[in-house]
């Protein structure tokens, strides 16, 4: 993707630097022959100097070097980076996403990252709460872009999943007359940036913060199971289907106790679970009874059968047993029932 070597290059631009200058910018941006980075603190102290005198030795080596003829003889591959960041991101792009598209080997990311800290084609804005860090070409392009992802985010509820084509189109309709001119794998790209937005292991977008994005254990493992397969799932179906989909190993009986215990899941059967967010019921089978005949009053025999059924995976003869429990429930004299008193 790109027509020259790193490596050779960062080199040649440290030449031009006395020693001590070019020593500390191997170490900063990991340059040297192991790849290893340092902070300014572990600098300062291999030289016995501040972490602010480090950074002024840091700064000045840079300068020295953007001023150097090595630099300008070079200035081509600088343009060349200020047209893959208008080529991959349309203006800007997620720092991690641009050197993952250019290298996946550490050493040669560093070498890449610190020409980008040279190059003044581009320009750089640092990480915050909102989003990673960026480079980017045009500002007003950079602007539009953080300002639509701010939208997006804004409008996800705090659980909510989408699926990535239902993320796009509302980034798309944020984006207005930007997107039109930008194909769908820019746009996935911007999306990068945000660190509001994220997306889990099964290719669902929503808040980045949320369980249901970012994955700790198995009952948030066990939420996406089953949210996926789309109705109730038997406590061993789910432990199965969350080895296969996310290579994790879950344990049937580890499985089960964190279903029981999370709010997310409602017992529908002998073992068998849906999410509460589906509407069912939570408690047992004459909760259930109860609840219906307190909201829509005496019902028949089979008009209870039909509405437990829809809230419960149990026989017939299951719900008419419960029935009988004359301290919950009254047989009237046309037939139907209703709460006893």
Known sequence: MISFKPKQITKALLEVLPERARDVLEKRYGLGQDGDSFTLEAIGQSYGITRERVRQIENYGIQSIQKSEVYKKNYELFVEMQKLIDQLGGGIIAEHVLLDELSTDPATRNHLYF???????FYKSKENPQYSHRWFTERRVADNVEKALRSVHKGLGRDELVSEAEIISRFRNELAELAEVHNEDVLKRWLEISKQIGRNPLGDWGVADSPNIRVKGIRDYAYLAVKRHGSPMHFREVAKTINELFDHKAHVATTHNELI??????????GLYALTEWGYTAG????????ILANDGPLSREELIDKVRKERY????TILVNLQDANLFKKLSNGTYTLSE
């Open 261 to 270: 215990k999370d709010a997310r899941f409602v017992l529908v059967g002998r």
């Open 284 to 291: 047992v089978v004459k909760d259930v009874l109860r609840e």
């Open 115 to 121: 020409l980008l800290i040279v190059g003044d084609p």
């Open 314 to 317: 149990v026989k017939d003869n």
